[in-house]
């Protein structure tokens, strides 16, 4: 399978990652090991090498169903990333904490969960307002000094909460949201990244399901998205139908509407990675089948058109953090 170089971090990964959020019960309730297990053991099958996962997933319960889905794949040839914020206290409850002791417990937790010595990508999930940015920097080298952690960036930064970051640190990846239905950042995030040379790894390029062309618009969910807007009424029909009317295009490419979607974003000069949330083995299946597939220009303008803003309209698109 192809492999990219991650902005400047030095790590060569797969456009698609596989990833693990839907381990997160709170969001997405309860969903099967064995098929999150077998998924990823197919995904190395398939020449996917990147999986991305965070201790907030199931308060390390995604972190550790990674740990045992790799023990046995080569360790040299995987590149991991995981992600540290939260502060758990025993009742279940979390609040905001970089700070540098709380960031090396998190750390060593982390690779005891993930079966690892090195964690070869560690991100701040969030934006910390309290801790100052130089000590949480400070900390970062040190697990780098110290082997722990390979390279360092961050994730949910608007464009200046990455550059005041980066004053303080060598944070080489940024981890944002985008999709062609909501592709925010396209206005002043992206293009920083892209001059800087910073590795763009997007969340949700498939908008939580919809942007894979099997809702019809009549669905309910049980999950986080039964509260979500876009899963609601005549906006979720809407968005369906012009979900739906990509299948032409698809089907002239032999792709699927889902495997568009992904081309289509991983067109985007400042997008390296597609994050893909992975439930079962042939949901895994498909999306690298996307990889090293493209589409004309013409085309690729064609769809951003039919499901999101496109042209001028971009200059409006929300802004960066979720």
Known sequence: MD???LGESGL?????CFGTWQLSP?????????DAVSAMKLAYDQGINFIDTADAYGDGYGESVVGEAIKD??????????KVFNHFNPDGSRYPDLTPDHVAERCEASLGRLGLDTIDLYLLHLYDQLTPLADIAGT???????GKVRAIGVSNHSVEQLRAQRRCGAYSVIQPPYSLIDPVGESGLLPYCQSENVGVMVYSPLHKGLLTGKYTGTETFDDFRGYHADFQGERFKELCDKVQSLRPIADRYELTICQLAIVATLMHPAIHVAICGIKTPEQIAEAAGAVGRTISREDYFAVRNLVGPAGPKLADAKGEQK
């Open 3 to 5: 492999r990219v170089l």
């Open 26 to 34: 709170r969001f997405w309730g309860e969903q099967s090991k064995d």
């Open 140 to 146: 970062l080298e040190r697990l780098r000094d110290q």
């Open 12 to 16: 060569s990964v797969s456009p698609v």
């Open 73 to 82: 794949l080569p360790r040299d040839e995987l590149v991991i990333v995981t």
